[in-house]
Structure formats: C-alpha cells, structure tokens
C-alpha cells in the first residue's frame, strides 16, 4: 500500500468511527441491524466491495436493504460476479473489517489482507461496484457512506444504480459480467418479453376464455411494490392490482409483506373479505420473496397460504413435463438432449412437499439451511430448482445446459416448427431468461407461477391441492452455549453431543408420520425444534417433548 492509498484511507476512515460496544456479523443476510449505527459499517463495505472487485477483476455489487425487517432497519450485502452472494471465504474478512475498532487497525488489516490475496493498492487498476438502495428512509445516506468507503480504495468506482429490488441488483451485476445490456429497461424487457413467450407457446391459448387474470399483489410498502407498477405496463393477459405499493398506504413490512403472510397466516393490511376467491401475493419488502394465498369465504382474517414449497412443486412439474416432451423427440433430432434435473430443499421444507416431489421421479436433496447452500447445491444440476418456504429461490440453468437447449430449439424450428417439441424447447428457453439465475426474485417469479398456472388452466385452489401439508411446529430452545450441538446430513441429525440423537427418535417413534430435528441458531444462543406429525396435537407434543430432552441436557431452564 502506498503513502497515497494509507493517508487516504486513514482520513476517510477517521469519518465514520465504529459505534461502541457493538459486534456485527456477515451472514446469508449481510450485515443487518438499526440503522442508526450502520454508518461506519456501510463504509467499511464499500472498501470490501472495492477490494473484492480489484481481486475478481469483475463488476461488484452492493446493496442497502434489510429485506423484511422493520423499518428502523437496514443492512447491506455484497453481491458477488455471479450475481450470487459475497463468497464464503471472505465472510471472516468482512466481519474482521466491520469491527475493527479504530481506523489504525483497519488500515493494518487491509494491508495484512491483500497482501495475503495479492491485491495492488496502487492505483494500476479500475474497479467497478454497482450501488443501490430500497425504499428506507435511512438508505440514502447509508448508500452515500458505501460510496465514501468505494471512494477510499484508488481506482474503485462507484456506479449509483438508484432504487431498485434487492434482485434487480443481483441481476444487473450477472448480466453485465456477461458482457449484456443491465439496465432497469433491459430488466423489465427481460421478463416481460420472456412472459409473453410463455403465453404465446400455451397450447391451450383458444380454451382459456375463463381463465381468471385477475392478480392481486401485496407489495408490503416497499419497493417491490413500486417496481411491479412499472413492470405492469408492458404485460399482456394479467389485471394486476397492487396494495401496499409503498405510496403511503402504510409503514414497510407492518404487518405486510410475505414473511408476515406465511409466519403469521393471516391477511395482510388491506385485504380481507372483498378477495375472496382471487388469488393474492404477496412479496416482501425487498422484493427477493413471494408466497400466494387466498381468502376463504366466511373467514375474519385468515388465508389459505401456498408457500415456496409449493412454488417449486409447480415449477418442477412444468419443468419436468417440458422435458420429458424434448426427449420424447430427441432420437430424431441431431442433438441429444437429456439434463440432469434437480431439486434441492433444506430440513424445514414440508416431508409432504419432499414425498410428492420423490413420487413424481424426481432427483430430491437436501441441504442445511441457508440460501448460500440451496444456491451452491442447486448450481451443480444442469437444471436445478431450488426454493425455501418462506418464498425465497430460484430456477439455474447451467451454461452447458444452455449451449444444448439453444440449438435443439434452432434445429427443431427448421424440422418440427410448431410442434410440441420445439414450443418446450421455446418454453425452457423462455424460463432461463425470465427467471433470475442469479437470486431469488419476487418479479419474475410471479411471472412464471402465473404463466405455469394459465398453461395448465389451473386454479390457484387446484395448485394448493397437489399435496397436504403436514401439521408442523418450530419452537426454540435457550441454552448456554449452542456451539455444544453439532449436526449432519443437511442438519437433520445430532452428531454431538452423544445420545441426543438416539432420545430424539425414540419421541419421533412415538408419533404416526413423525419427523424431528434440531438445529443451533446462527445468530443466537438457542436451539431450534422442528417437528411434523400426522395432526397437530401430535406435531405439538413431539415438539415439545424433543424442547424439553434439548432443555434438561443443554438449557439454562427457560425454553419458548
């Protein structure tokens, strides 16, 4: 590090001191906490960005949001040249950079640490970070800390992309790493257009009179809602109503937006009885989750909720038939076509969701809990599908996937033009391009449920049907330490301590259908109970006997 770059960063620095008494912690969300202290952490990300775009020689992103936390909240997360999540390996750096508690100790780090990477500080390279915020009231002058962090690092460029969806970010940074158009246009043309080849190859186009198209979306006050009504514009064959659009309807994320549909089961602010019988959606605030409900006749305020497991149960279905129509054909075609299709789900996906999917002769894995992991696992299938119940996740299509499925579509629009063959090539096609291959996006998922949905002249009622669920319960346990809990097999079973596991199936033995495992917290000092059970009585009693075996051995006497 030269003079130039040391005296740089140490006055910039000297700006933003860290707030006292606190430590912070990367994770799968970033860095999250109240706003009012994430100053010094802001900066300090953006001279992680910096740094990570000099070693990646790629375009960096980094965006201000905290998802579906109250708005007093706020956060920030790196998005890697893939458009994924900042690489595990750098998770130790980041929290090393976000708690150094002067600006002394900030400097030595960075210079201990691209040193180890073999980063130049000496102004020989550029740097580009795309930058974006949400709707928080706070993100602006988070977002102008990020840039001063950017700043510090000579040659880093910080490229402000304005307020956009947690996904749009992500996608922008895949793309341009592509060498592609990344603007919100190119986005929104995107999706649009590839929609519009969904609905053009649907077969059953001349039957569809009664297909309801209307569509009304929870947008939870924030920017997804913002975004859709723009996206809108250019759609074709939905009536979309948008709530809580974030125009002062109400606060982001009280009592709106997905993660309080699907944890809590009930309506959202501004919905109730008048929605009867329409499908509803909701998103969450950033817009990178979405579940579907509906308003049973005669209920006060509760829902009948369609959850992520069921998303991916509907695009593995459609995806599947699509394929099994190409290889239907593909002996007389020049180009074998046959991917590898995979569906990846963590410990907390419904057993029922599990046993469909393995009933429909799909390829089912699990993974611990996480999107890093699902992503990760998901990235090594030719097609794999991955989603969490909570809405969040995404279909990848590989590159060698694309190289084969681009010209058997060519060679069958020159042989079998118009056949069913060549629409599933066009409709595989289409979902690669319409759905995010960088993260889980509430725009164009929806895009694809509703395509999927009108393809198959399904009611939302119908889809809910597929399975059902089975009654579950999650408690927690407090403990002294939850580092004295380890697992394995995609955290479903207890390696230590010795003789948990053992007491833990003798309870599931007790219970028709039974499943339990046990998890420590990333965050916090508490174990996590699952359980699942043929009726609800029994799921409760399952969890609470396993709580309690957590609480006699490892807890400090209060479980919740």
Known sequence: ??????????????????????????????????????????????????????????????????????????????????????????????NALANAPSSRDLVRLINEFTEKENILLDGSKSAQILVARDTRPSGEVLLDAAKNGIGSIIGAVAQDMGILTTPQLHWMVHVRNKGLESSELNYFDGLSNSFKWLLDSNPNNNELNDWDKRLVVDGANGVGGQKLELLKE?????????????????????????????????VPCNFGS??????????????????????????????????????LSLFAIFIKEQLTILAARSKDTKI??????????????????????????????????GVKYLHEKAAEYDIGIYFEANGHGTVLFSDYCISLLQPS?????????GSEPHKAALRLLAISKLINQA????????????????????????????????????????????????????ETKVVKPPGLQEAIDLEIAKYPQGRCFIRPSGTEDVIRVYAEASTQEAADDLANSVAKLVDQLLGDGSSK
Request: negative net charge; glycine residues 8%; charged residues 25%.
């Open 274 to 311: 008048q929605d009867v019988g329409i499908r509803c959606v909701s998103f969450d605030g950033d817009a990178d989750r979405l579940v579907y409900f509906t308003v049973p006749s005669g209920s006060s305020n509760k829902i009948n909720l369609v959850d992520g497991d069921k998303i």
């Open 234 to 266: 250019k759609l074709n064959g939905l009536a979309i109503e948008i709530r809580n659009s974030g125009k002062g309807e109400g606060v982001l994320n009280e009592r709106v937006g997905a993660d309080f549909v699907q944890k809590e089961k009930i």
């Open 409 to 417: 579509y060519l060679e069958l629009s020159n042989v079998f033009a």
């Open 336 to 369: 074998a076509f046959e991917p590898r299709l995979g569906v990846v789900q963590t410990a907390y996906a419904n057993g029922a969701s599990t046993q469909y999917l393995k009933d429909l002769g799909l390829e089912v894995v699990l993974t611990p809990t």
């Open 1 to 94: 590090m030269n003079k130039e770059q040391l005296d740089l960063l140490l006055r910039e620095s000297d700006r933003f001191p860290p707030p006292h008494g606190m430590r912070l912690s990367y994770g799968t969300a970033g860095f999250r906490e109240d706003a009012s202290v994430l100053l010094s952490t802001m900066y300090r990300v953006g001279i992680l960005a910096a740094l990570r775009a000099l070693k990646t020689e790629a375009v960096i992103g980094l965006m201000i949001t905290a998802s579906h936390n109250k708005v007093s909240d706020n956060g920030v997360k790196i998005a890697d040249p893939s458009g994924g999540m900042l690489t595990q390996e750098w998770e130790p750096f980041a």
């Open 439 to 490: 993260v889980g996006d509430a725009l164009s998922g929806l895009l694809l449920v509703e395509a999927i949905l009108r393809h198959k002249n399904w009611s939302i009622h119908k889809w809910s049907e597929l399975y059902q669920d089975l009654p579950s319960r999650q408690l927690k346990v407090k403990v002294v330490d939850r580092t004295a809990v380890e697992t394995s097999n995609a």
